[in-house]
């Protein structure tokens, strides 16, 4: 079995079910995808498999399916694959153990973006909300999603107005990596409106990423569907706003039945945008977060990234009090002994014997014929 077969194989099969297609995904894993696409087009498989592709099973697209891929600039990114993002995606196997009907993973990827999508999927949170969003949400949406995306977190969203969209500009503003997963195909060209921003995240090093065949078109079903992909794709999903019932609730809710982390920013206690979020922390099945800190002390698995704005400004920032006092009576032109450098720093002599030869292995201090001066360059 050649990788070109096995690739052909899962392509096909992604187009004559409709996702999550749980019994198919079921016979492959039990037959193999060579083997399962060719008892599908035979229609040589269990009922409930030829149920799922009755309907498509001659739907033989696979060249076609190829040739509108590498025009939109995507690739299939399979199980078989090094970037498969199999360890967050291992999430879905485990709650279809557990019964969770919809906990179906998929069968291979249509990407588009240069970055391998398993370490896209690597530490990254989705970040979700109402697509009438108000401007709070847009704002706080944009500011967290900068704020993770400059300790280095992946934002994953949707690409729908509203959140999903402020999500992925902020975390295109902080020139980090962010991911959109679509409800219909990577070249469908939807939202409209957003067509711009799914490019600019592609050249900018992120991905675009779809189950769904080239010529896809977007349904109501698919974004509910693709809504179990953001959950499972990434460590915790972020609600900024949510209505009583939308899809943001939907993933928030599909995020905690895969065993993932929740989290709901909360909004003004008069804004319906906000009621989702609201009932999510009352009912305790998310965790109330405003900052950047505490979603990363939410999510765990990584802890509290390093802040670029807290990184020492100048070296000696890194030295402890009394040795930054020793580094300050040095002379930057002359020697001086140690017993003036004690004086200077008003510090006992045994201490500034003790430290000096610490400062010169760290390249603070410089030994001389007379005694200690200031290494010039580390000021």
């Known amino acids: ?80 694959d090094d970037e498969w993002p199999a360890w967050p995606l291992l999430a879905l196997d485990q709650a279809a153990r557990r019964g ?11 990407v588009t973006g240069d970055v391998a999508l398993g370490t896209a999927a690597d ?24 704020g993770l995306a400059t300790r280095g977190v992946p934002i994953f969203s949707g690409a729908a107005y509203g959140i999903d969209g402020a999500a992925h500009r902020g975390a295109l503003a902080a020139s980090g990596v962010t991911v959109a997963v679509l409800g219909c195909a990577v070249d469908a060209g939807y939202p409209a409106g957003h067509v711009g921003l799914l490019n600019r995240i592609v050249r900018n090093g992120g ?17 509910l569907v693709r809504n179990r992909l953001i959950a499972a794709l990434t460590e915790g999903t972020l609600v900024v706003e949510a209505g009583k019932r939308s899809g943001a609730r939907n993933t928030a809710s599909t995020a905690g039945a895969l065993g993932k982390v929740v989290m709901a920013v909360p909004g003004p206690v008069s804004s319906g945008m906000s009621v989702g979020c609201h ?34 400004k100048r070296p000696t920032d ?46 603070f201090a410089v030994r001389g014929d007379a005694g200690w001066r200031r290494r010039r360059e580390s000021a």
């Open 1 to 80: 079995m050649s990788a070109d077969e096995l690739r052909r194989a899962r392509a096909y099969l992604l187009r004559v079910a409709e996702p999550p297609a749980a019994a198919l995904a079921a016979f492959v894993a039990a037959h193999g995808p060579v083997d399962a696409a060719a008892r599908v087009r035979r229609g040589d498989c269990p009922p409930e498999v030829l149920k799922a592709t009755e309907a498509r099973r001659e739907y033989d697209l696979v060249g076609q399916d190829f040739a509108r891929a590498a025009a939109a600039g995507a690739r299939l990114v399979v199980p078989e």
């Open 100 to 110: 969770v009907s919809e906990a179906v993973a998929p069968l291979a990827l249509w």
């Open 123 to 146: 530490r990254a949170v989705a970040v979700v909300g109402a697509r009438a969003a108000t401007e709070y949400g847009e704002h706080h949406a944009a500011e967290l999603s900068y």
């Open 207 to 223: 991905a675009v990423v779809s189950e769904y065949p080239p010529g896809t078109p977007p349904a109501r079903h698919r974004f």
């Open 279 to 312: 009932d999510l922390i009352r009912d305790s099945r998310a965790t109330l977060v405003s900052t950047v800190d505490e979603i990363l002390e939410t999510v765990g698995r990584f802890g509290i990234a390093e802040d670029p704005d807290a990184r020492p």
């Open 318 to 363: 890194r030295l402890g009090p009394e040795a930054l006092r020793t580094y300050e009576a040095l002379a930057a032109r002359a020697d001086r002994s140690d017993s003036e450098i004690a004086a200077e720093s008003g510090l006992p002599l045994r201490k500034v014997r003790a430290l000096l030869p610490a400062l010169e292995i760290d390249g």
